[in-house]
């Protein structure tokens, strides 16, 4: 058989999830360590923890009106802290049209016992977002990182809402222009688009959520974790860098780079501008091979960051081999479809990848499919 691998691989590998490509220059002795060794609580680990709050605040470009706080368990944990929080005051609807907003479905059926209204749509399309009852509190992704899908903008989401709007952002935070004055909850976790460690998860809280939160008590039991509020107030450490349990302090500096780096692209604007245009490199790469596809057919809701393509005729077992072809070769990593989504290919176009290392992927796609398809 004829090797037809390309002469130069990629510079750096591709991720389809997290923990995603570090950012460009990133090296372990580039981190703070000061702190490294020292309690959360001392005087050094608060300062670094609030650093990394006023880094997120600022680079997001969060309005003063929603707070920001670093929360335990990654974005699952922070989300269902909202869930588990604020869900009971009002009916609920869940839209779900990929594997994680079918969690927050489940976590409202089975574990809250809510009775949402719950809509859902195929991997690659999006429910009809203008059906939506804003009597209720709405769950949503804004991006769907398992399908590939997001939601247009914040158009959808009315001013005069009643329920409250929580958006599980963890792929479209830094990302996209998101519409704050809309969203009442948001919550996001390092290893996406800052290409941070896992572990962690950050809630943002809009004025709306927090008199929620000091005006209502769920009626199930709530572990620590979870508890944002103490005899009816929030409890404003959380916001200011007192963690509700023991963060890694590793972490929170690994975040700090990441935050400064991206202020060194030109903070939102430029990450932004990163991940449009790695997902531009891989348009092209797409367009030009009639084996290839967009899980996502309508551009206008298709992800920049976690994209998910089709590959003709191929089964679950093929794209193992396909991907695997690729991490043996060093030249693409964990770039299979997430398991319960349809067959096919996720390649990460956040905005710590650059757009030529996109663009050096496509050779690399060529020479796999020719393998298995001789």
Request: glycine share 10%; hydrophobic share 45%.
């Amino acid at each position: 058989m004829t090797d037809t691998r390309p002469a130069a691989k990629p510079a750096r590998p591709f991720f389809s999830s997290g923990p995603c490509a570090k950012p460009p220059g990133y090296s372990p002795d580039k981190l703070a360590t000061a702190s490294l060794g020292r309690s959360h609580r001392a005087k050094i680990g608060k300062a670094r923890l609030a650093l990394a709050i006023e880094l997120m605040r600022e680079v997001l470009e969060l309005p003063d009106t929603h707070r920001l706080g670093i929360v335990p368990g990654s974005d699952t944990g922070a989300f269902e802290m909202a869930m588990w929080t604020m869900l009971g005051a009002r009916p609920v609807t869940t839209l779900a049209w990929e594997s994680f907003g079918e969690g927050w479905v489940t976590d409202a059926v089975k574990q809250l016992r809510l009775e949402p209204t719950v809509m859902r749509a195929d991997y690659g399309q999006l429910p009809d977002l203008d059906k939506v009852d804003w009597t209720n509190d709405v769950l949503f992704t804004w991006n769907g990182t398992t399908s590939g899908v997001r939601v247009p903008d914040g158009e959808w989401i009315p001013d005069d809402r009643q329920g409250l709007s929580f958006a599980d952002a963890t792929s479209a935070v830094y990302a996209y222009d998101i519409p704050w004055d809309k969203i009442d909850v948001a919550t996001f976790s390092w290893q996406k688009v800052l290409g941070g460690e896992g572990g962690h998860g950050v809630i943002v809280l809009g004025p709306r959520a927090v008199e929620r939160l000091e005006s209502f008590t769920p009626a199930w039991p709530l572990p620590k974790v979870f508890r944002l509020v103490s005899k009816g107030k929030l409890t404003e450490g959380i916001f200011k860098g007192e963690t509700i349990n023991t963060p890694s302090l590793l972490a929170v500096e690994d975040a700090i780079f990441a935050l400064e780096w991206a202020k060194s692209v030109g903070g939102l604007a430029g990450l932004k501008a990163r991940c449009t245009a790695n997902a531009h490199a891989l348009d092209k790469i797409v367009a030009e091979r009639d084996w290839l596809g967009h899980l996502a057919i309508d551009s206008g809701i298709r992800s920049h960051t976690s994209v998910c393509l089709t590959v003709k005729n191929a089964d679950a077992d093929f794209i193992k081999a396909f991907a695997g072809l690729l991490e043996k070769e060093g030249a693409a990593y964990d770039i299979a479809g997430y398991r319960d989504a349809p067959p096919g290919l996720r390649i990460w176009c956040g905005a710590t990848v650059d757009a030529a290392d996109i663009a050096a992927l496509g050779p690399w796609l060529d020479w796999a499919w020719a393998q298995l398809t001789a």
